[in-house]
């Protein structure tokens, strides 16, 4: 069974602090890793995406992947109130045709 | 550049009828998606587009349900003889290219009454 696994939340921190999103998944051949960011009633929207292992920053975000834990995060710094939404965590299977398999989402409140 | 749409944004049907629900990829993106969401669950994937390869229909519910693409563009998700629990939001996504990153579209909210 292809999982992939995030925690629902709600994850709560502070204006100004770090938000870490972690996500694991169960096929050691996965190749691909995205993550996607949705606010409430509206759609996915793509944040990042990593394939190798290691860091990959784009302005306040990073993915960070580690292929032996199979394990893929997000770090949100310097989280603002407008950070708040639900975070997808998607996986690529090794294998797979061009299916993504995407987790059911951690929920992120960042308090000001 | 213009991104992934839908049509209709939102649509009230009767139960027993049945709709049509359309997308537009984002222009020369071959791999094309539906997904549905229900209220507050993640997403439930329905079937994906590659080129003119055989659609993967893995993720349809029953043979109520139907997609096709066609010239490798539009996309029509057809949902007959709907019931209620088919109330969802029904997203489509297109990606350059099968396993890569997926635009998604801002969905058609189906109720079912």
């Known amino acids: 069974q292809k999982e992939v696994e995030q925690n629902s939340g709600p994850l709560s921190v502070p204006e100004g602090a770090i938000a870490s999103l972690n996500c694991t998944y169960s096929?050691?051949?996965?190749?691909?890793f995205f993550w996607y960011r949705q606010y409430s009633g509206k759609s996915p929207e793509l944040i990042m995406f990593?394939?190798?292992?290691g860091d990959k920053e784009d302005g306040r975000f990073t993915a960070q992947l580690n292929k032996a834990s199979q394990y893929v995060s997000l770090l949100i710094r310097d989280s603002q109130p407008s950070d708040s939404a639900t975070y997808l965590c998607?996986?690529?299977?090794?294998?797979?045709?061009?299916?993504?398999?995407f987790g059911k989402g951690t929920k992120l409140s960042v308090k000001p | 550049g213009a991104g992934v749409s839908q049509s209709p944004s939102n649509k009230v049907t009767e139960k027993g009828k049945d709709v049509e629900l359309r997308c537009d990829p984002i222009?020369?993106?071959?791999?094309l998606y539906w997904y549905r969401q229900s209220l507050g669950q993640g997403l439930e994937f329905l079937i994906y587009?590659?080129?003119?390869?055989?659609?993967?229909k893995s993720g349809l519910p029953s043979d109520r349900f139907s997609a096709e693409r066609t010239g490798g563009s539009v996309s029509t998700l057809t949902i007959q003889r709907t019931q209620q629990e088919d109330s969802a939001v029904y997203l489509c996504?297109?990606?350059?290219?099968?396993?890569?990153?997926?635009?998604f579209g801002p969905g058609t909210r189906l109720t079912v009454t």
């Open positions: 996504a297109s990606s350059p290219g099968g396993g890569r990153e997926q635009y």
């Open positions: 990593i394939y190798s292992n």
């Open positions: 587009f590659q080129g003119n390869s055989a659609p993967d």
């Open positions: 998607a996986v690529r299977y090794g294998g797979s045709q061009g299916n993504l398999i």
């Open positions: 096929d050691r051949g996965s190749q691909s």
């Open positions: 222009s020369g993106h071959t791999a």
